[in-house]
Structure formats: C-alpha cells, structure tokens
C-alpha cells in the first residue's frame, strides 16, 4: 500500500523559497498520479499543484501560477514542490496524495494522504 511522507517545511519571510518533497513507500510511485494540497487555519483544504505520472502534465492553482513549480523523481520515487516568492497567505500545512487518474487537482480525487509539512511564511 503506497504511504507518503512530506518533509521541506518551515519558517521563512515573505519573497524566501522553500522545496516541499513527497516520499514515497510501499508502492511504485509512477502508478500514481501526485497532488500537493494545503489547509490553513479556519480554511478547507485545496489543491495547490498535480502531476501526472509521467511528470508530462501538470496543473495549478491560480494564486500560486508562476510562483510554484511541481516536479517528480519517480526512480527515487519523490515529488517535488518548489516554492519561490512566498507570500503570507502561502501559510499553511502542506500535504501530499495519490490518485489513479489525473483529473481534477481537487481532495476529493485523492487519497492516500501524508501527514502534512508546516509552511509559515511572516516578517
């Protein structure tokens, strides 16, 4: 059974970068599509980024578009959330999941759930 494992979290000031990763275990990651999502405070959680199982498509979230860059390793079985000019209400937990078909970058498609990175972004 696939198990994800987030890590790459933490505190920076607004403009810093961060790269989340995504572990994989238990499962060959190019079975799955991979989605980082994100929940803040008082908010539901929502799709930040997804990508395909090749890596050959992605999407993203309006408010992170040109700002935010999702790629995969599939022999080393991570994927990758680069993080560039953060903002303030990029502040959240951040998670991973799998899904079987690359669809819709929303949590309902997907399950397999990690157990979340903090991202804080603050003066």
């Known amino acids: 059974q696939l198990q994800l ?12 970068s961060l790269r989340l990763s995504c572990a994989a275990s238990g499962s060959t990651l ?13 908010k539901e ?17 309006d ?11 599939n022999a080393n079985k991570t994927v990758y959330l680069q993080m560039d000019s953060l903002k303030p209400e990029d502040t959240a937990v951040y998670y991973c999941a799998a899904a079987m078909l690359f669809r819709l970058c929303v949590t309902s ?3 397999s759930w990690g157990q979340g990175t903090q991202v804080t972004v603050s003066s």
Do not use: H, L, M
Not at 5 to 16: A, H, I
């Open 5 to 16: 494992v987030e890590s790459g979290g933490g505190s920076v000031q607004p403009g810093g």
């Open 109 to 111: 498609e997907y399950d």
């Open 45 to 61: 959680r929502e799709g930040v980024s997804c990508i395909s199982r090749s890596g050959g498509s992605t999407n993203y979230a």
């Open 30 to 42: 190019d079975y799955y599509t991979i989605g980082w999502f994100r929940q803040a405070p008082g």
């Open 63 to 73: 408010s992170v578009k040109g700002r935010f860059t999702i790629s995969r390793d």
